[in-house]
C-alpha cells in the first residue's frame, strides 16, 4: 500500500518562499509518476506540478510556471516543491499525488492519479 505524507507548508508573507517535501512508502518509489496539486477553499483540487518517473521531466499550471519547481530524488523517496515568489492567491492546501500509468507524462486531472496525501496548508499574507 502506498502512502503519501507532506511536509514543509507554513505562514509565509508575500513574496516569500517555501519548500514542500513529499515522501512515498510502501512501494517502489521510482515506479510512480508524481504530481502536487492545491485546493483554496471553496474551490475545486488544481494541478500545480508533475514530474515523471526517471527522467524527471518536469509540468507546471500556467498560475506557477517560473515561480515553483518540482524536483525528486528517488534515492530519497521524495519529491519536492520549490515555491518562491509566493502570492496570497497561492494560499491552499498543497496534496502530493501519485500514479502508476506509464507512458502517461503530465496528467493533470485528479483522477488520473492513485494516490493522495493527506495535504500541507499553505498560507501566503499580503
Known amino acids: 500500500q502506498v502512502q503519501l505524507v507532506e511536509s514543509g507548508g507554513g505562514l509565509v508573507q508575500a513574496g516569500g518562499s517555501l519548500r514542500l517535501s513529499c515522501v512515498l512508502s510502501g512501494r517502489t518509489f521510482s515506479s510512480y509518476a508524481m504530481g502536487w496539486f492545491r485546493q483554496a477553499p471553496g474551490k475545486e483540487r488544481e494541478f500545480v506540478a508533475a514530474?515523471?518517473?526517471?527522467?524527471?521531466?518536469?509540468e507546471y499550471a500556467d498560475s506557477v510556471k517560473g515561480r515553483f519547481t518540482m524536483t525528486r530524488d528517488n534515492a530519497k523517496n521524495t519529491v519536492y516543491l520549490q515555491m518562491n515568489s509566493l502570492k496570497p492567491e497561492d494560499t491552499a492546501v498543497y496534496y502530493c499525488?501519485?500514479?502508476?500509468?506509464?507512458?502517461?507524462?503530465?496528467?493533470?486531472?485528479?483522477?488520473?492519479?492513485?494516490?493522495w496525501g493527506q495535504g500541507t496548508q499553505v498560507t501566503v499574507s499580503s
Open positions: 514530474i515523471t518517473r526517471i527522467s524527471g521531466i518536469t
Open positions: 499525488t501519485a500514479h502508476s500509468k506509464v507512458g502517461r507524462v503530465g496528467l493533470r486531472s485528479t483522477t488520473d492519479y492513485d494516490y
